[in-house]
Nanobody
Framework: QVQLVESGGGLVQPGGSLRLSCAAS????????MGWSRQAPGKERELVAT???????KYADSVKGRFTITRDNVQNTVSLQMDSLKPEDTAVFYC???????????????WGQGTQVTVSS
């Protein structure tokens, strides 16, 4: 079993910054991609950013240049630095990790419980 625990959400004014963190623990042999998705009220879940074990990153167009994803492969953590936040960034943010529980090619996607980010004046 694998657990992902997120932290760092909250209320911030437009133009402000927040940093989200997510720690994976449990039966982990290795982790492929890690990343963040978000879901705003009444909208579908949106992929925000991903990072491979080698450090390659991808971002949604809506956050390029404002958000930065990083990871620590030793600590099995992933972080999302969010700058220049806008009201439309308001959502519940979920981290995820593609976890190999053993040396085999089989992996499973695990999700965190979600953390609320609210951008409002």
């Amino acid at each position: 079993q694998v657990q992902l625990v997120e932290s760092g959400g909250g209320l911030v004014q437009p133009g402000g910054s927040l940093r989200l963190s997510c720690a994976a623990s449990g039966s982990i042999f290795s982790i492929n991609d890690m990343g963040w998705s978000r879901q705003a009220p009444g909208k579908e879940r949106e992929l925000v950013a991903t990072i491979t074990s080698g450090g390659s990153t991808k971002y949604a167009d809506s956050v390029k240049g404002r958000f930065t994803i990083t990871r620590d492969n030793v600590q099995n953590t992933v972080s999302l630095q969010m700058d220049s936040l806008k009201p439309e960034d308001t959502a519940v943010f979920y981290c995820f990790a593609d976890v190999h529980p053993s040396r085999s090619n089989v992996y499973y996607k695990y999700w965190g419980q979600g953390t609320q980010v609210t951008v409002s004046s």
